[in-house]
């Protein structure tokens, strides 16, 4: 069974950076796709930005392309979202899912994960 551990959030003053890390345990995860979203309160889930197994292929919401990068490292079983140019509307519960499957593609809709960690407080003051 796969286990995800998210750290990195924490509060940030409008325009500064974070960066989140997951890290994965329990299975291989070099194969799958991982993704990272978010849920401000009174919000549903939404999705931020996903890779592909092999980290060749990224997906992004629109709302943070330019300013969000995510990447992985294999040998570490951990993915990374490195956040710049932060804004008060960033601020959510982020959340890191890994995708089970014989694709290796990442997808942007949260049923389409099989495993979440706990998530971590992202909060931005403006």
């Known amino acids: 069974q796969v286990q995800l551990v998210e750290s990195g959030g924490g509060l940030v003053q409008a325009g500064g950076s974070l960066r989140l890390s997951c890290a994965a345990s329990?299975?291989?995860?070099?194969?799958?796709?991982m993704g990272w979203f978010r849920q401000a309160p009174g919000k549903e889930r939404e999705f931020v930005a996903g890779?592909?197994?092999?980290?060749?292929?990224?997906l992004y919401a629109d709302s943070v392309k330019g300013r969000f990068t995510i990447s992985r490292d294999t040998a570490k079983n951990t993915v990374y979202l490195q956040m710049n140019s932060l804004r008060p509307e960033d601020t959510a519960v982020y959340y890191c899912?890994?995708?089970?499957?014989?694709?290796?593609?990442?997808?942007?809709?949260?049923?389409?994960?099989?495993?979440w960690g706990q998530g971590t407080q992202v909060t931005v003051s403006s």
């Open positions: 329990g299975r291989t995860f070099v194969s799958y796709a």
């Open positions: 899912a890994i995708r089970i499957a014989t694709s290796t593609s990442p997808r942007t809709r949260s049923y389409e994960y099989d495993v």
């Open positions: 890779i592909s197994g092999s980290g060749s292929s990224t």
